[in-house]
């Protein structure tokens, strides 16, 4: 068979969204938080304040989080043409969301152990300079948010399709996570100072770990079925089985549709009918149905079976 023949048949396996913006300002957001989590890290121990402390570290496993990211985008560029991935890297985003998303319920349970240690045994604080401390974390923060949102907006005005992209998103929890971190210690340094409410400081600590374990179990909700090749929502399922039964006497006798790319999905099905036809006929059935990037369809001719009616 001639090569642009067999092109012509051949699925492509690139269900990567390439997202160059957002793989740069990850970059400058690592850098940003790993400076602040140094200073924060020394400012807490020499000023005896927990909370930057804690907030320090906080950021330091963040600063993992977003190495974990950045590697997810390279790996994906370099090996998006790669026979040793079977659908692609299309799911390396995916598990750098899912990798991440543990990294935060992580994050959230240390912080609640460090907080309910704090009830027990209170530390003095130099208050004046750790709340200025905290202060400079928050704003490096806030500015770490705007890099990372404005890279998500860049990421869909370049594509007709909008790709949900789970590395950024959890990219962008994890600054939102400092942020709260950040303005919790503030709340409760400036308590501290001004209305010796030092009971405050460890139980904004426990709040914080509860929103961001949220957080953590929403994005592993979101990740986790895409990794399992969980199957698409029954509706749709039923959808592309009625468009393909409606036509001759055509009758669905296996079918499978899952995720292989943040907003791709592949498809198996198995017709059985009377009156078999070409494989293009029947994809062509399916045009309007978007989300079926890679389709791959088989066709058994029945003898054995009375006629069905459609």
Request: proline share 3%.
């Amino acid at each position: 068979m001639h090569k642009q023949a067999l092109e012509k048949y051949q699925h492509s396996h690139d269900f990567t969204p390439s997202n160059p913006v957002a793989e740069k300002r990850t970059g400058q957001v690592l850098a940003l938080t790993a400076v602040m989590m140094v200073i924060e890290i020394i400012a807490g121990t020499m000023l005896g304040s927990m909370a930057l402390l804690a907030d320090g570290w906080h950021m330091g496993t963040h600063v993992a989080a977003f190495l974990i990211s950045i590697f997810a985008y390279r790996y994906a560029r370099k090996h998006a043409h790669s026979n040793k991935l079977t659908f692609g890297p299309g799911k390396v985003s995916v598990l750098g969301g899912f990798a991440s998303a543990i990294t935060l319920g992580v994050v959230a349970l240390l912080m609640c152990a460090e907080s309910i240690q704090r009830v027990f045994n209170p530390h003095t604080i130099h208050f004046d300079e750790a709340i200025g401390v905290a202060v400079i974390g928050l704003m490096v923060n806030l500015i770490s948010a705007l890099l990372l949102k404005d890279g998500h907006h860049h990421h869909s005005h370049d594509h007709a399709h909008h790709h949900h992209d789970h590395n950024l998103r959890a990219a962008y929890m994890h600054v939102i996570a400092d942020a709260l971190t950040s303005l919790l210690a503030i709340v409760a340094l400036l308590s501290g100072k001004y209305f010796a409410w030092f009971w405050l400081d460890p139980v904004m600590g426990i709040v914080g770990a509860i929103i961001i374990t949220r957080w953590s179990i929403t994005l592993l909700k979101e990740t986790a079925p895409i990794l399992l090749d969980s199957s698409i929502d029954t509706e749709y399922l039923d959808s592309v089985k009625e468009a393909l039964e409606r036509s001759d006497d055509n009758r669905v006798s296996d079918l499978h549709i899952w995720k292989v790319g943040a907003n791709h999905y592949a498809a198996i099905i198995s017709l059985v009918t009377h009156s078999p036809k070409p494989v293009m006929h029947y994809k062509a059935l399916l045009q309007d149905f978007h989300k079926l990037s890679h389709l791959t369809i088989e066709v058994n001719m029945t003898t054995c079976m009375p006629h069905m009616e459609t």
